[in-house]
Nanobody, 129 residues
Framework: QVQLVESGGGLVQAGDSRRLSCAAS????????MGWFRQAPGKEREFVAA????????YYADSVKGRFTISRDSAKNTMDLQMNRLKPEDTAVYYC??????????????????????WGQGTQVTVSS
């Protein structure tokens, strides 16, 4: 059974940094693209960052570009999101996601919710002003 568990959320102040982690179990994800999404109260879940299965290609939403960094350790089946210079508008539940398809290109990344097949339960990040 596939399981994704996010950790690292919490309450921080504007300008602070926070590192989120996603641990995958039940299947090897080294050959699968992964991504982070977030959902703020009253809003739809939105794309944050994506990484190809090779780890060589990353892509970010404009709202976090230059502040957030996505990375993965395929040997450990983990993915991280380093968040710097946090803003109150970054407040949301953050979800990690994995695409089940193993046949994607080593440089392929995905930004749509429907591209992903496995989701974690989310971790809350609250940024106070």
């Amino acid at each position: 059974q596939v399981q994704l568990v996010e950790s690292g959320g919490g309450l921080v102040q504007a300008g602070d940094s926070r590192r989120l982690s996603c641990a995958a179990s039940g299947r090897t994800f080294s050959s699968r693209a992964m991504g982070w999404f977030r959902q703020a109260p009253g809003k739809e879940r939105e794309f944050v960052a994506a990484i190809s299965w090779s780890g060589r290609i990353t892509y970010y939403a404009d709202s976090v570009k230059g502040r957030f960094t996505i990375s993965r350790d395929s040997a450990k089946n983990t993915m991280d999101l380093q968040m710097n210079r946090l803003k109150p508008e970054d407040t949301a539940v953050y979800y990690c996601a994995v695409k089940s398809d193993e046949n994607s290109s080593a440089s392929a990344y995905y930004t749509r919710r429907r591209d992903y097949d496995y989701w974690g339960q989310g971790t809350q990040v609250t940024v106070s002003s």
